[in-house]
């Protein structure tokens, strides 16, 4: 009985360590949303037109994100995208995606990317047009337009439906977090982490 307990509490451990969270399986063809009568739709349902007129920004980085909660017929499908522009000297700051990796498309232009595993080692490289790069779920990673006069422009693909977003910056600087413990953490005075708040 006590190797029978022993063998079953280790398969559960194997089990509970080797499950990875990921969008759910569909049961059908794809997911009707509530309240809406299958036989009326048609090609509108899987149709987004939320990227015509691209990515503009006023602060050098435009996004235009097209996950599950803009687009419907994302939902159970496993995937999402954004359209991303980077002004000359724009960048997108370390961030991670929690539920999701990214394929990272490079239409325009040219950027420095880069990504690091949890060793810390950082993997990066210079893109040009038609270039692709795979940042690796939940893993930080960055990217930037050194160019100083001309813009670059990107396609990025999510293997889930809602990768989610972990802007490193803002969680950690700009969240609750006691400062005693920022201050320890990235050994830096009082005075800098206020800087970093601000």
Do not use: C
Not at 65 to 78: E, S, Y
Not at 121 to 134: A, I, R, T
């Amino acid at each position: 009985m006590a190797k029978s307990l022993t063998l079953l509490a280790t398969i559960a451990l194997v089990f509970l360590t080797t499950v990875q969270a990921a969008d759910p399986d569909l049961v059908s063809d794809f997911a009707v949303p509530d309240g809406v009568d299958e036989s009326k739709l048609d090609g509108v349902f899987f149709t987004y037109t939320g990227l015509r007129g691209g990515a503009p920004s006023n602060n050098g980085l435009g996004r235009k994100t097209v996950t599950v909660r803009d687009f419907p017929a994302l939902n159970g499908m496993g995937v999402s995208m954004e359209l991303l522009e980077f002004a000359p000297g724009a960048v997108n700051v370390p961030h991670t995606h929690p539920r999701g990796g990214e394929i990272f498309f490079v239409v325009e232009g040219a950027l420095t990317v880069g990504t690091t595993d949890t060793n810390g080692k950082l993997y990066k490289n210079v893109l040009q047009k038609g270039d692709v790069f795979v940042f690796p779920k939940g893993l930080p990673h960055y990217q930037a337009n050194f160019d100083k006069t001309n813009k670059a422009t990107v396609v990025s693909a999510f293997g889930s439906s809602n990768a989610g977003t972990v802007s490193l910056p803002k969680n950690l600087f700009g969240s609750n977090i006691p400062n005693q413990v920022l201050t320890k953490a990235f050994k830096i005075s009082a005075d800098t982490l206020q800087q970093l708040n601000d």
